[in-house]
């Protein structure tokens, strides 16, 4: 079993920052991609920010430049610092994970069960 808990989320008004936090625990071998996506009320699922193992980031165009991504190898926990939140930036915010578990040979995909971050103009 691998567990993906997320925290972090909330109401801020806009120009404000949060933190996520993601943490991946259970039978895991090893960690690929670490990431995080958003879905708005109506819209599709998209991706935000990831970062590989090596220490490569990935991040949408809307954000870049206001938000962060970041991990801790050693406690296979990703974060996301968000600087000047729009209130565009308003949506429930999934971690994801590429990864390895104990039991397997090929990698699959897991999901936290999200966090909403709400920015009010």
């Known amino acids: 079993q691998v567990q993906l808990v997320e925290s972090g989320g909330g109401l801020v008004q806009a120009g404000g920052s949060l933190r996520l936090s993601c943490a991946a625990s259970g039978s895991i071998f090893s960690i690929n991609v670490m990431g995080w996506y958003r879905q708005a009320p109506g819209k599709q699922r998209e991706l935000v920010a990831a970062?590989?193992?090596?220490?490569?980031?990935n991040y949408a165009g809307s954000v870049k430049g206001r938000f962060t991504i970041s991990r801790d190898i050693t406690k296979n926990t990703v974060y996301l610092q968000m600087n000047s939140l729009k209130p565009e930036d308003t949506a429930v915010y999934y971690c994801s994970a590429h990864l390895v578990s104990r039991y397997s040979s090929s990698s699959s995909v897991y999901w936290g069960q999200g966090t909403q971050v709400t920015v009010s103009s």
């Open positions: 970062r590989t193992s090596d220490g490569m980031s």
